[in-house]
């Protein structure tokens, strides 16, 4: 029975869509992992995918450059989350395609991926993605409007130089900041206005 089962997962193992599909889930939960970091189920679920996804692609004759675009694929998609930019969603979704199309290298009677599985995957790579993005972009608005009405009028101090950007500690918390004038380490400061991310300071005597 041992046996059997055995032979089971391994065929599982050998099957290309299994090993894609495990191999895109891995790649996924290893992005959701980055930004969502801490809770140890995603890094888990990603360390599984991607290890049962390699010991499938060794035993099968798989295309590197394939594999290279699908990983250039989740880069992209990942670097998309914090630029948002349509040009990188593009650029992601094609690597995807082409990454799976070339994933196993075309001979007779060689194993093929399903078309169909791979316009799935696309589609919900762009639908998995596309929520995330909105949400980013939801949380970035939430927290400039939150952090403008908390930190504005606060003082804080100098972390690395100001000249005319640096760092600033306010609240506990380190800021971008930018300044009209350089500011030393460890000067006192007080930010006027918030700009996008970025806090803008004066030199608290300046104010005075």
């Not at 888990?44 to 699908?70: D, F, M, S």
């Not at 993605?129 to 939430?142: I, W």
């Not at 003082?155 to 350089?182: F, H, K, M, N, Y």
Request: hydrophobic share 60%; proline share 4%.
């Amino acid at each position: 029975m041992d046996s059997e089962l055995v032979q089971a997962l391994w065929s599982l193992l050998t099957d290309p869509n299994v090993v894609y599909i495990l191999l895109i889930i891995g790649l996924w939960a290893a992005a959701a992992a980055f930004y969502v970091p801490g809770t140890g189920i995603l890094e888990v679920a990603a360390i599984v995918c991607l290890a049962l996804a390699i010991a499938g692609l060794t035993q099968l004759p798989v295309n590197v450059v394939g594999v290279i675009l699908i990983v250039i694929a989740g880069v992209l998609f990942v670097v998309d989350l914090k630029v948002q930019s349509v040009a990188l969603t593009v650029g992601a979704a094609v690597s995807l395609v082409l990454g799976s199309v070339f994933l196993f290298p075309p001979a007779e009677g060689a194993l093929r991926l399903s078309p169909w599985l791979i316009g799935g995957v696309t589609l919900a790579s762009l639908g998995f993605f596309g929520v995330a993005f909105f949400a980013v972009a939801r949380a970035q608005r939430l927290r400039a409007k939150v952090d403008a009405e908390t930190i504005v009028g606060k003082r804080g101090t100098v972390a690395t130089s100001i000249d005319p950007v640096g760092t600033v500690q306010v609240q506990s918390e380190l800021w971008t900041a930018i300044a009209d004038e350089p500011i030393g380490v460890g000067e006192e400061v007080e930010v006027v206005a918030l700009e996008g991310l970025r806090a803008r300071v004066k030199r608290v005597s300046a104010i005075q």
